[in-house]
């Protein structure tokens, strides 16, 4: 069956014979009513109900027998098993595979160049990796145009003096409770998630100027990245100078006087702290006053590098404390600004992704230069990857001119940009309806599984108990643990094997999200809203 289609622009590029399944046959009609190509296209519908389950050497014999002709390519599912390069020997003409879904042919479609595509690797992957390697490029191109003029160099990294990029400084908390092995560890593990500075926390009423040394120095000498030390105690601000730390966060206005040594290679991050009430002010203009002054005197005490912290303010402050980093940027453009994202995500009930995401987008408009994230509650986690991933956006979209979107980078989980539908083609015998009930439930005889998630080794377990033994299987994915449960064949009914198929696959999007997993018990719930009233009747 062919299904025709002639949509020219005013030139046709290559002609493309699509092969697809017969339940891909509406949507791939859809498609070509909509999208706008310069190709010219025909669509080859074969008896095969899914398209995915076509395989190369299926199509290659089905085509011979129709002695298809004059296409300079053929387009296959993303999914045919097999390579393309079967059908090109059976009929002479190119052929690539398309995308795993037909819904993304749109894009396929819109190419100028088919030759691009490939005969192995569905077409997700290849656009992908060309975007990918694009924005790569893209972002190469702005860490190569920081100068010594327009950024300031905290210990190998350069700080822009005005965005993009962004810097992300991610802050282990607790550090004076810390061995050298777990400060190593978290170290690498926000470096591994993109943190460009290590920030040291430590307490905040008490001093601990030994361990603030001890920590800068297991860093600088395990380490290659700049490392900072959030705290405003005299002590530790000179403990961590000696240390040849590299960032001091909260120098002010109340403490400088107390720091004996100088050092013009150390950065400076200060923030409006009133020297007398020793508050941050309210009002933004009152709030940028101190903050120069802050910065001034910094400066003429020999610092060099000095970073202004207006104090990012959570919800129902955001807007005047974003103002007041506004107006400062406005009136000291030179002065590199940095912001801690932390202050807004911790105070809020919102899943951080989307607050990240939207105070990046924002900070890099008013010009920030770095930003802190501090991973503290259990909502906070992943963080430093996300503020990461939105800075490189922001970027990108910096240079395209353009919203943040379609960048070959996101930070869309939980949601998709498209929606599929899946049609059913055919009539049925028989429609059956499903309801949830309390239903008898038998324990399989040869035992049970208890099913967790291993947050510090990053795993899924599941510990087995009955005839034989007690077993702990541990496993990334729910397919490794489920082909490792039939292996060692410690199940032997049905409904236990759904079951565990269900709670595996649970605990695997719960390790996967930072959620936490109880078994037996829903992963998400929806939210509601507070009903002041009952809907009215008509």
Do not use: C
């Not at 003409?93 to 595509?117: P, R, S």
């Not at 001890?214 to 000696?242: F, H």
């Amino acid at each position: 069956m062919y299904i025709k289609s002639t949509m020219w622009v005013w030139l046709a590029v290559a002609r493309v014979l699509i092969v697809t399944g017969r339940l891909a046959e509406p949507i791939i009609k859809r498609v070509l009513a909509e999208v706008k190509t310069s190709h010219e296209v025909d669509v080859l519908v074969t008896p095969v109900e899914v398209a995915a389950f076509l395989t190369a050497e299926y199509i290659a014999q089905y085509l011979k027998q129709r002695s298809v002709r004059g296409y300079d390519y053929i387009l296959i599912p993303g999914l045919t098993r097999g390579s393309g390069r079967v059908i090109e020997e059976a009929t002479g003409i190119k052929t690539v595979k398309g995308t795993i879904n037909a819904h993304d042919l749109v894009e396929i479609l819109k190419l100028g160049d088919l030759n691009i595509l490939s005969p192995d690797i569905p077409a997700d992957s290849v656009l992908s990796s060309i975007i990918e390697e694009r924005s790569k490029e893209i972002l190469r191109m702005f860490e190569s145009s920081l100068t010594y003029e327009n950024s300031i160099t905290i210990g190998n990294l350069k700080v822009p003096l005005n965005p993009p990029p962004i810097r992300v400084a991610a802050e282990i908390t607790e550090v004076h409770l810390a061995d050298d092995k777990r400060l190593i560890e978290e170290a690498l593990k926000y470096i591994e998630s993109g943190a460009d500075i290590i920030v040291l926390g430590f307490e905040a009423l008490h001093p601990h100027p030994d361990k603030v040394y001890r920590a800068v120095r297991v860093i600088k000498s395990e380490l290659d990245v700049p490392v900072a030390v959030d705290t405003s105690i005299p002590s530790e601000i000179n403990s961590a100078m000696q240390a040849g730390v590299d960032v001091i966060v909260n120098i002010d206005l109340t403490n400088i006087d107390k720091v004996e040594h100088v050092d013009k290679d150390v950065a400076i991050v200060t923030i409006p702290r009133n020297p007398i009430t020793n508050t941050i002010p309210k009002e933004p203009n009152v709030r940028v006053t101190l903050l120069e002054k802050s910065v001034n005197t910094i400066k003429s005490r020999g610092f060099e590098k000095v970073l202004a912290d207006a104090v990012l303010e959570p919800f129902g402050q955001f807007f005047s404390s974003l103002l007041a980093y506004y107006m400062f940027k406005q009136r000291n453009p030179q002065i590199p600004l940095f912001a801690s994202v932390s202050n807004v995500t911790e105070l809020v009930d919102v899943d951080s992704v989307g607050i990240n995401a939207s105070i990046v987008m924002i900070a890099q408009e008013i010009g920030v230069s770095a930003i802190l994230v501090v991973e503290r509650s259990v909502k906070a986690q992943g963080s430093t990857l996300e503020v990461k991933i939105a800075s490189q956006m922001a970027t990108l979209a910096h240079y395209k001119n353009s919203p943040p979107e379609n960048l070959g980078v996101s930070l869309l989980i939980l949601k998709d940009k498209r929606r599929y539908d899946v049609e059913f083609k055919g009539e049925y015998d028989v429609i059956v309806e499903a309801f949830e009930e309390e239903k008898p439930y038998t324990l399989d005889p040869l035992g049970v599984f208890k099913i967790r998630v291993n947050r510090e080794l990053n795993y899924i377990e599941a510990l087995y108990v009955g005839r034989k033994g007690r077993v702990l299987i541990r496993g990334k994915s729910a397919k490794a643990i489920q082909n490792k449960i039939l292996e060692l064949e410690l199940i032997s009914q049905l409904s236990h094997a759904m079951y565990l198929g269900r709670e595996l696959e649970k605990a695997e999007i719960a390790l996967q999200l930072g959620k936490n997993y109880i078994q037996e018990e829903p992963l998400f719930t929806k939210p509601k809203y507070i009903k002041l009233a009952e809907p009215r009747k008509t």
